[in-house]
């Protein structure tokens, strides 16, 4: 649909950025911060490990100094599990809780809306050796430490996000690293793990409405709206089977309280049907969500299975390229996107697709927590980082809001990935997606000095006009 006129962006709409806690914080071993799985993932040569990441750690206050330059006026950021809790007699980390009132504090003396996510795929390696999801126990250890982030941060707290992305760690588990052994957790176990984690969801949604608190909890789902190849009704069926098993079956869960009924088929046909408890359908049913959270990069799309052994094509997939699945769907080429240089399809009319699915289905407020362009930046001899593809995808992406909310859609904020360089999930220091840039390479700490790209005066002006230019 074309209009006449976009509308305005409300005018108390959250213009933010956001970062994860292991992919910007490094000071993995200070202040008796514990093991994650990630800091035990095998780390391949050459490629940057955490330890240091953009030294967030060290560096908040000037960071967070920056994105008030830049004008943010919401950051997401996540909590480390393993900074809080001790799983020991003392139980908390008081080091680590302080750690997060700064950041918190810091924020909101310069008017940012600090926006939690509890927990952004980096379990406690403790708990992993008890057996991790697998282990039904880590729901109510995820639940002690619910309670404790309540009760030390829910005054100050707007917006929490449970869990980033529950469908990457269940369908990609590989993108998020590789345990020492090798092995990622069968499909079956994987289910299983999911189930426990909407469990874990859903009852810290409601000991959070419990508490009466006037802030807002949602999850943090990866959503994107997907294309059929073609017009053949096969390819139709293919995609519904992608959207629904890929998008709608986590969300249903966490929103409407039960299991998507095409899901539930497949898990049975398959035999991934985990094992539910009596109260189970219960829990889900009791917790509730005040808006829904989305990381949005790219769209899918899908022609019909062959299921003759070739659907899971030979394609390096990872959180955004999609794979085939044997007989449910099978990969397709869209001739109309672009492509990142790392291979993840450009549409920023995807986003606002997508913005109008999720709210058809749920009618539920909406917050964009991630999406960005990653690209091997490079600094010029003048010192500066003309990073013009990334304002160009922004630009249209923003836009693309603008559709959305124009079209009716209820859009909270936009938080893109990420307000300073942090190290990609699986593919290091090379790939960039912030504002500003952290001057170190893979292999070379340098001084992790923060330059301001091209992109933050371009967002900074965004911001100040609350919208693009007309
Ligand atoms: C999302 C994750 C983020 C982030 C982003 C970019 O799936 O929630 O943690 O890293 O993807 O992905 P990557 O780092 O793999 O480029």
């Not at 409405?209 to 190849?229: D, F, K, R, V």
């Not at 409407?256 to 219960?282: A, V, W």
């Not at 600094?379 to 009716?408: C, F, P, V, W």
């Not at 005066?457 to 911001?463: F, G």
Request: net charge negative; with cysteine.
């Amino acid at each position: 649909m074309h209009y006449q006129k976009l509308n305005s962006f409300p005018k108390n709409f959250l213009w933010g950025a956001s970062i994860s806690a292991y992919q910007a914080e490094g000071g993995t071993n200070e202040d008796e911060k514990l093991a994650s799985i990630i800091d035990k993932y095998i780390h391949p040569e050459g490629v940057a490990s955490f330890e240091v990441a953009s030294d967030f750690y060290h560096n908040y206050k000037e960071d967070i100094k920056l994105f008030a330059e830049l004008g943010l006026k919401a950051f997401r950021f996540s909590i480390a599990w393993t900074r809080i809790m001790t799983f020991d007699n003392k139980k908390v980390n008081e080091k680590g809780i302080d750690f997060y009132h700064n950041i918190i504090d810091e924020c909101i003396k310069y008017g940012i809306e600090p926006i939690v996510t509890m927990y952004h795929f980096d379990l406690p390696y403790y708990l992993e050796e008890k057996g991790g999801w697998l282990n039904r126990q880590t729901i109510d250890y995820f639940l002690e430490y619910a309670q404790v982030l309540f009760q030390e941060y829910g005054g100050k707290i707007n917006y929490w996000l449970t869990i980033n992305e529950q469908n990457t760690m269940i369908l990609h588990p590989g993108a998020i690293g590789l345990p020492v052994s090798g092995n990622l957790p069968t499909k079956k176990e994987l289910f299983q793990m999911n189930h426990h984690v909407l469990l874990a969801q859903a009852k810290v949604f409601k000991i959070y409405h419990e508490l009466s608190a006037t802030g807002n909890i949602g999850p943090a789902i990866n959503l994107t709206a997907m294309y059929q190849a073609t017009a053949a009704p096969e390819d139709a069926i293919a995609a519904h089977n992608w959207e629904t098993l890929r998008g709608w079956s986590f969300l249903d869960v966490a929103v409407r309280g039960s299991y998507n009924y095409l899901f539930e088929k497949y898990l049975q046909d398959r035999e991934l049907y985990p094992t539910i408890e009596k109260n189970d359908f219960k829990t889900l049913a009791a917790g509730k969500p005040d808006f829904i959270a989305i990381n949005y990069y790219s769209t899918a799309t899908i022609a019909a299975s062959k299921n003759d052994g070739t659907d899971e094509s030979a394609r390096a997939g990872d959180q955004q390229i999609m794979l085939g699945e044997e007989g449910v769907y099978r990969a397709a080429e869209n001739p109309y996107v672009d492509k990142t240089p790392y291979g993840w399809v450009v549409d920023a009319s995807g986003l606002r697709l997508t913005l109008r699915k999720l709210y058809d289905r749920y009618e539920l407020p909406i917050l964009i927590t991630e999406n960005g362009y990653g690209a091997p930046d490079k600094m010029d001899s003048n010192g500066e980082i003309h990073d013009i593809e990334r304002i160009d995808y922004l630009r249209k992406h923003i836009r693309a809001i603008q559709e959305a909310l124009t079209d009716g859609v209820q859009v909270l904020g936009y938080l893109p990935w990420s307000a300073i360089d942090v190290v990609s999930t699986h593919q290091g220091f090379n790939k960039r997606y912030g504002f500003i840039y952290v001057d170190r390479t893979d292999t070379d700490l340098k001084e992790l000095a923060r330059v301001k790209k091209d992109s933050f005066y371009w967002y900074k002006k965004v911001i100040s006009q609350n919208g693009l230019d007309e």
